[in-house]
Antibody, heavy 118, light 110 residues
Framework: QVQVVESGGDVVQPGGSLRLSCAGSGFTFSNFGLHWVRQAPAKGLEWVAVISNDGNIKYFTDSVKGRFTSSRDNSKNTLYLQMNSLRVEDTALYYC???????????WGQGTMVTVSS | QSALTQPASVSGSPGQSITISCTGTSSDVGGYNLVSWYQQHPGKAPKLIIFEVNKRPSGISTRFSGSKSGNTASLTISGLQDEDEADYYCCSYAGTSSYVFGGGTQLTVL
């Protein structure tokens, strides 16, 4: 079964840090780019970041540049999102999504919740 | 990067057809034939239903179709069914490996 499973969400204070993980299975992990997409409570989807299949190319949405980094360990079939200097507005359900060949997201996890609050 | 513009809500009766629009700019929707659509039921992860403007992934009903004209993409659902009631999001490639989503449209089946 092709799937990705996120973990690592938690409640953290403003200014704090958190690392999310996304484990892939059922497919050749190293062949696919991976994205992070977030959804604030009762809000729409927001694209956050992408990392290429080999981890060498990374892009981030403007609001998280300089605060979030992403990496992957293809030997462990795992993607990471390191979030620093967290803000209240980063509160959201964070999804990991696999990039299909057509610049779209064909496999999504169930998400992991990040709450930034004092 | 501003979000793509979608109507907040649309509705239709079972068996009818509805269309959801998604308006962007020449830097995203109008610049690439790389618009995708996602269906999201409450408490569930998004599901890909249309990619590359008008292509359906395997297993997606032919009742779902997509199109694009200029800076506006559209999703049409024909033969509405109760299970189509969900939120729908468009997404476009926006260059330099970045993407932009629409604000989402809530579909109500009356």
């Amino acid at each position: 079964q092709v799937q990705v499973v996120e973990s690592g969400g938690d409640v953290v204070q403003p200014g704090g840090s958190l690392r999310l993980s996304c484990a892939g299975s059922g497919f050749t992990f190293s062949n696919f780019g991976l994205h992070w997409v977030r959804q604030a409570p009762a809000k729409g989807l927001e694209w956050v970041a992408v990392i290429s299949n080999d981890g060498n190319i990374k892009y981030f949405t403007d609001s998280v540049k300089g605060r979030f980094t992403s990496s992957r360990d293809n030997s462990k079939n795992t993607l990471y999102l390191q979030m620093n200097s967290l803000r209240v507005e980063d509160t959201a359900l964070y999804y990991c999504a696999r990039e299909a060949a057509g610049y779209d997201f064909d496999i999504w996890g169930q998400g992991t919740m990040v709450t930034v609050s004092s | 990067q501003s979000a793509l513009t979608q109507p907040a809500s649309v509705s239709g009766s079972p068996g009818q057809s509805i269309t959801i629009s998604c308006t962007g700019t020449s830097s995203d929707v109008g610049g690439y034939n790389l618009v995708s659509w996602y269906q999201q039921h409450p408490g569930k992860a998004p599901k890909l239903i249309i990619f590359e403007v008008n292509k359906r992934p395997s297993g997606i009903s032919t009742r779902f179709s997509g199109s694009k004209s200029g800076n506006t993409a559209s999703l049409t659902i024909s033969g509405l069914q109760d299970e189509d009631e969900a939120d729908y999001y468009c997404c476009s490639y926006a260059g330099t490996s970045s993407y932009v989503f629409g604000g989402g449209t809530q579909l109500t089946v009356l």
